[in-house]
């Protein structure tokens, strides 16, 4: 399996913006659908937004849509997530991870350490 790390989060106010990155090591995800979960604490992970191999297909989770983006690279090495317009609500634990493309089902066994994102209201 390839290693995943995530970055980029940190804390910001409500109505501004972070842009979060994944990088792999011990191999590449340029072949893979690939996607952004979320956990807050006491709370399942959940699917944010997935974008397919080529970069063609991107799908979000609907209380993100409009004012998240994802996106990867043109040597797709490196996976994004911008995200504007933030909410209380979207404090969490950000990840990426290989996805299905539909069912939205995590492929990895394990995820990374994960980004945390807080947002002050």
């Known amino acids: 399996q390839v290693q995943v790390e995530e970055s980029g989060g940190g804390l910001v106010q409500a109505g501004g913006s972070l842009r979060l990155s994944c990088t792999a090591s011990?191999?590449?995800?340029?072949?893979?659908?690939m996607s952004w979960f979320r956990q807050s604490p006491g709370t399942e992970r959940e699917f944010v937004g997935a974008?397919?191999?080529?970069?063609?297909?991107?799908d979000y989770e609907d209380s993100v849509k409009g004012r998240f983006t994802v996106s990867r690279d043109g040597a797709k090495t490196t996976l994004f997530l911008q995200m504007d317009n933030l909410k209380f609500e979207d404090k969490a634990v950000y990840y990426c991870?290989?996805?299905?493309?539909?069912?939205?089902?995590?492929?990895?066994?394990?995820w990374g350490p994960g980004t945390q994102v807080t947002v002050s209201s």
């Open positions: 991870t290989r996805v299905r493309w539909g069912d939205w089902e995590a492929l990895w066994a394990s």
């Open positions: 011990g191999g590449t995800f340029s072949d893979y659908d």
């Open positions: 974008i397919s191999w080529s970069g063609n297909y991107i």
